[in-house]
């Protein structure tokens, strides 16, 4: 009984090893979904050049005008927002 029962377990281990390693593949779609990806990508970059660019007029008029300067808020919240979607690829790489 007991070397029928090790007889059954070698049998399974010697099934499972037959499988090995499988390759990856990508799924059907990927490209279109890797498209889109780039897409989102060059609008976010272009969203952070504008708003960059919008930031720095509003500090030349508020300094032109001798309003109160909120600008460099717009600045800083562009740069580090435009930081974070520019990593978004480096963090999920790190995550999983």
Do not use: H
């Amino acid at each position: 009984m007991i070397l029928a029962v090790v007889t059954d377990t070698l049998a399974v281990t010697d099934t499972l090893a037959q499988f090995g390693n499988p390759t990856p593949e990508a799924p059907p779609v990927s490209d279109k979904i890797l498209q889109l990806i780039r897409y989102f990508t060059w609008f976010i970059l272009l969203s952070g050049v504008t708003a960059i660019t919008y930031a720095g007029g509003r500090f030349a008029w508020e300094k032109w005008t001798g309003g109160g300067l909120e600008s460099p808020k717009m600045v800083a919240g562009a740069m580090i927002g435009g930081a974070v979607a520019t990593s978004a690829g480096t963090i999920m790489n790190a995550v999983l």
